[in-house]
């Protein structure tokens, strides 16, 4: 898949709420990777894709 200019839109928001500092915001991006790569993409029990990841909510630990 090309690069469309809807992924430019959909990265200038995301880079708008990233840290200020630069290893902050890759380490931030690194995470949101493998969310991607992991989670969202990994096969639904019964083995099927998920389809609809916009629609799963997803619960993020602080690190306290």
Avoid: F
């Avoid at 898949?1 to 630069?22: G, K, T």
């Avoid at 991006?29 to 790569?37: C, H, I, K, T």
């Avoid at 990841?53 to 997803?58: D, E, L, N």
Wanted: charged content about 20%; some cysteine; aromatic content about 4%.
């Amino acid at each position: 898949m090309s690069e469309q200019p809807w992924h430019r839109q959909h990265a200038i928001q995301m880079v708008c709420a990233l840290p200020d500092d630069q290893e902050d915001a890759l380490i931030v991006l690194r995470a949101a990777e493998r969310l991607v790569r992991g989670y969202l993409m990994e096969p639904q029990a019964n083995g099927s894709i998920r389809t609809d990841p916009s629609a799963t909510v997803v619960s993020l630990k602080t690190g306290n």
